[in-house]
């Protein structure tokens, strides 16, 4: 496997940088890590695990047996409201599960325990006492999007348990892949000082660009750089294509405007007791309708039902549009593409109930252009 010193990396980044539009490896998920994996002479070596309806993790090849307790001691970090342990089987061989000290299957674990299993597994892995399995302290390392699936506290908890790695190897090269707003804000703002003096030494941020032609490694978005909010840079980019964008624009803004929608809401609504995001969308429709039908001087029953029922509908089509086209509902399938052409629709409805709720902060919105 090849590796770099640190300045040689930057300079291989850069090289990949001016390359433009690169076609993936493969057109899934994984193509841009495994893309930029070719590209930099890093052999892939991604953690293989086994059927979770198995009930334990084998150790194979250079991945000897990691001890529970060691991974336990993530778990507790990252999952500190939840009962969930490991305990090296009796065969001495994998794990058993446990959840409220019984015994349960690996198939109860959600999405993000999984995940994250996988993940504490592999950073144990980087370091264990084995001279032949450990990876070299100037070794490259790629995690690619590790916050799949978890909720805002184990996302941060997660980004806690990563950079204790990071700073505890400094002479190690870590490549980080995210798509994930608040996993990118905790990075940003960790890592701040360094950018703000474009020292890319130390670290270096770079943002995929994906248009008609393909996609490229590029400079960050300024707004992502300059400013310490995501929503800022989510506002932005939804305020550019509020009147016409592609369906490949649509499958960035119905994720950017989720996240503009949550952040709006839980400054304007008491989240912890209003409930979900269908909760509290239904809220800010009703409180806009409010608003609107108090500055008329006068509405007429059936004016009023117009209204009311126009309202419903509004917040009936942005909840579908939300639950079906955005990454952060695991509960459907596939995104459904016939619903992501009514993006134009869904944000100019956003910043309708903006403006009526809050028109200070629209205005401040409408003049990022200016």
Known sequence: METFTLEELVKKLKKIKSLGFVKTVYANDGGIGATLEKLLGIKENNLKLADWGEVEIKAKARNIHRPAERINKLLKITFPYKTIEL?????????QLFRNDQECNFLTLSE???NFLALAYFLLSLNTQDANSALSETGIVVIDDPVSSLDKNSIFNI???????????P?????ILTHSLDFFSHLHNQYSAELKKGDESKVGMYQVHIDSSGSRLGELNKMLKNYKSDYQYALKKLWDKRENCTLEDAYLLV???RRAWETFLSFKFNVSTTGGLKNLLDKAYSEALKVEIGSRTEVKDDLKEQLTDESRQQCLAMYRYLNYGSHEFQDTDAIDESVLLDTPQRIQSFFSVVKTLDPYHFKTISGFNE
């Open 87 to 95: 305990r090296d089987a009796e065969d001495g061989v994998g794990y």
């Open 112 to 114: 993000g325990e999984r």
């Open 159 to 169: 980004f806690s348990v990563i950079i204790r790695e990071v700073e505890s190897k």
């Open 171 to 175: 002479n190690r090269q870590y490549i």
């Open 255 to 257: 994720n950017l405007l």
